[in-house]
């Protein structure tokens, strides 16, 4: 009996995630197949981001997409990373009621965003990097390397053993 109720408790606790998963992320531009979500999250511009399929996003992670956000397929994003597509221009003398100054951010297929990352306005990520965990990501990083670093740099670029590549 015990086993019984615990299973119909679940059932309800997973259909309630669900539903409000469903209304949560309802204004997102585009989430593509297998999204997966670790709440808390915080979506601010909801309709300018798009999601590709496959894609992870941890807890604590805030994204900011009202310029913009494209997230590729195959995702990883750590737990407490910040994603922003707005910025405030500096030069004026009252920043906090100037315009905002959007710039789009692009994250390609295949990257891993390490744990505590701020990426930047304007930013590309390619294809297959790896930002470091900790990281503050002002500038594009190229196809499959590995940055760090505040600001991130390239470290290092991936290198594939074939042998280790078969899934």
């Known amino acids: 009996m015990k086993n019984f109720l615990k299973k119909i408790i679940n059932n309800i606790v997973e259909k309630a995630l669900s539903?409000?998963?469903?209304?949560?992320?309802?204004?997102?531009?585009?989430?593509?197949?297998?999204?997966?979500?670790?709440?808390?999250?915080?979506?601010?511009?909801?309709?300018?981001?798009?999601?590709?399929?496959?894609?992870?996003?941890?807890?604590?992670?805030?994204?900011?997409?009202?310029?913009?956000?494209?997230?590729?397929?195959?995702v990883m994003i750590a737990t407490h990373s910040i994603i922003t597509s707005l910025t405030h221009d500096y030069?004026?003398?009252?920043?906090?009621?100037?315009p905002a100054i959007a710039k789009e951010v692009i994250i390609e297929d295949d990257v891993w965003i390490g744990s505590g990352v701020i990426i930047m306005p304007g930013v590309r990520i390619g294809k297959g990097a790896v930002i470091g965990a900790g990281s503050i990501v002002t500038k594009d990083i190229p196809s499959y390397?590995?940055?760090?670093?505040?600001?991130?740099?390239?470290?290092?670029?991936?290198?594939f053993d074939s042998k280790k590549n078969s899934i």
């Open 19 to 74: 539903i409000n998963n469903h209304f949560y992320l309802s204004d997102i531009k585009h989430i593509g197949k297998n999204f997966e979500i670790k709440f808390p999250v915080c979506f601010e511009g909801k309709e300018n981001i798009e999601i590709g399929d496959d894609v992870s996003i941890n807890a604590f992670v805030h994204i900011w997409g009202h310029g913009g956000v494209k997230i590729g397929n195959r």
């Open 91 to 98: 030069n004026l003398e009252n920043m906090r009621y100037a």
């Open 145 to 159: 390397a590995i940055a760090y670093g505040i600001p991130a740099k390239v470290i290092k670029y991936r290198k």
